[in-house]
């Protein structure tokens, strides 16, 4: 198996303090802080693991397996606590697990057509809802303020939006095409969207379903792979399949001092009345190129630095003090087919 293959079977997520990264593989699970980029914890779980979670900065693990078959297969849920070493509790269902969102009061569930929403600490069942499959198996929820929930409409182009202890069920019309990702801030204020074609995002306000603002990626169509705020709101990124990540100025924040980039700045505003809604897009104040590399990115909370995993296998601690001349601090690579990332390990979960 090359490094390549290993990558492309890598789940990675990130806790809700945006500190440690977690990363499920065919061997098991392991987790990483990101300043410093340091192992501090590995599992074995002989079925491979397809979805992993931290909850917040605690020894508290909610994984999935990756197989059929089984002591931990796809489709059940398992509580892992690793300072006990024990399982706290699990939920089997008839059909593997597709996502979860996780927080200190809820755990959310989608399997195929379903979700399932349960008390963190009684494991009770506080509503179930269906919706329509998305290939790219989408729920979002603000970590740190988890009152709304957020998912694709059967819809085209329309996010469906409803609270996780409440009958309430709210639409947004955001896009013409088909939702491609979706984004929840921490705090559950606003939802990011982008559609299939990759062009335009958005910026909505949950609770009043207005559009804030919209941003433009650019003109030739790309798959939106990672969509993520900053946790005061005020940097938005995108990043696309093109390997380019672009970062925005929302306006939520005015204290940051970042002007976005349009064709004002090249003498066009006299005659862009004339012209194609292009010219009058609001673009990325700053950018980074990685050519043609995937990435899944979080938002340093103290320094203008972004911490992101490319499908090339490497971790890319970026930096953009200087928004003219954005660079890249350090690349390392996080997962090898040379090294067993397992090595050292202190136990194996039976």
């Keep these: 198996m090359t490094s390549e293959d290993l990558t492309s079977q890598t789940y990675i997520s990130f806790n809700q303090t945006e500190k440690y990264a977690c990363f499920g593989t065919n061997i098991g699970f392991y987790i990483y802080s990101l300043n410093p980029f340091k192992k501090i914890l590995s599992r074995k779980i002989d079925s491979g693991v397809s979805i992993v979670k931290m909850l917040y900065e605690s020894n508290i693990i909610i994984f999935v397996g990756k197989q059929d078959k089984g002591l931990y297969p796809n489709n059940k849920l398992i509580i892992w606590d690793d300072s006990k070493k024990s399982v706290l509790g699990e939920i089997a269902y008839n059909k593997p697990i597709s ?189 980074f190129n990685l050519a043609n590399i995937s990435t899944v990115s979080s938002f340093d909370r103290k320094e203008p630095k972004i911490y992101s995993f490319g499908q090339d296998g490497q971790f890319y601690e970026l930096n953009f003090t200087d928004i003219n001349n954005p660079v890249i601090d350090r690349t390392i690579k996080y997962i090898s087919d040379e090294n067993d990332p397992f090595s050292q390990r202190s136990t194996t979960i039976k």
């Design 99 to 287: 996502n979860l969102n996780v927080t200190k009061d809820y755990i959310v569930v989608l399997v195929d057509k379903k979700i399932y929403i349960y008390k963190f600490d009684t494991l009770n069942l506080v509503k179930t809802i269906d919706v329509s499959p998305h290939p790219n198996k989408l729920i979002c929820m603000g970590l740190e303020n988890p009152e709304y929930l957020v998912y694709p409409s059967e819809k085209t182009g329309v996010v469906s939006i409803t609270k996780l202890s409440e009958d309430y069920l709210e639409e947004i019309e955001a896009h013409y095409s088909a939702i491609e990702n979706l984004f929840v801030s921490n705090d559950g204020k606003y939802v990011i969207t982008a559609s299939e074609t990759g062009t335009m995002i958005r910026i909505f306000n949950i609770e009043t379903k207005e559009k804030l603002v919209e941003f433009r990626r650019g003109v030739d169509p790309a798959k939106i792979v990672d969509i993520k705020l900053c946790n005061n709101n005020s940097i938005l990124l995108v990043s696309s399949t093109k390997g380019t990540i672009h970062l925005y100025n929302t306006g939520i924040d005015p204290e940051l001092k970042a002007n976005n980039t349009s064709y004002d700045s090249y003498g066009m505003p006299l005659i862009k009345w004339a012209l194609p809604q292009y010219f009058s897009d609001s673009f990325s104040f700053t950018r």
